[in-house]
């Protein structure tokens, strides 16, 4: 897909990490949003199908308008509901996943359950007067390509392409290349890495991937303070961890987790 006319973004994560990011177009969006109603259709439609074959084998009128009401409320969850759960839980819907979007917060985060709620609620207002007309205005307008429910959410829609996390990943490995000689046989029982979430890998990745670029004066405020983090997260003693560095033992505490988090 062509990025020509793509827009960056520059956030600062709460540990003070700054990220630049190329935000989602009218297009990509567009396209994600058609795979995305497309497979949606097809589902609502077998509901609908489900619910008229329950109508014509019971033929009562009363219980017609109760399937009748249930299936307009079903399809309502369904539309909502997926968009809601799927980006909250995987940062992107399946339409996104195929284009290469994924939903972030304005600080780089993974969005929250509120965040995720009010972006798809609103989204009803995208479609007025008709189509994808609003929407479509304001997320051309806007210097980070939002719609109204990122505004309102404070959220913002990225490129996140296989290619980009190849490249990621090829500059990550060579940075843990560079330490591994500096780093001790260790391993991370399963219980700790049980006890990690979402946040914590987003936060220890954001790091690693920083790390090559990150300035001395960065290295010694952040990587103490993500080393305490992950102490107390894991409820570890200062000696159940290697000997190193902070960042040597950041980099060892992402070898043991990144076979979990990176799919």
Known sequence: MNQTFQREMDVVTPEQVRLKFQ???IGSRAGAQ???MLLLGLVILLVYALFGEVLIRTG?????EYALAGAIVLAF???YGYFTVSEYVAGRTIGKRIVGLRVLQDNGQPVTVLSSLIRN???????????????AIVS????????LGDLLAGTVVVYDTAGERGRRNKRTNKVIERRRVNLPAFT???RYKRLVGREDWL????FIDRLEWMDSYSLRMLAPQIVAHFTAKLELTPGELPALPPEDVLVALYEQLREDWEL
Do not use: N
Request: cysteine-free.
């Open 23 to 25: 935000t989602a177009g």
């Open 34 to 36: 058609a795979i995305d």
């Open 60 to 64: 009562e009128s009363l219980l017609t």
């Open 77 to 79: 969850l369904l539309q």
């Open 121 to 135: 609620l609103l989204r009803i207002f995208d479609f007025l007067p008709v189509g994808y007309t609003l929407g």
């Open 140 to 147: 051309f307008l806007h210097p980070s390509d939002k719609r």
């Open 188 to 190: 991370l029982d399963e």
């Open 203 to 206: 936060l220890l990745r954001t």
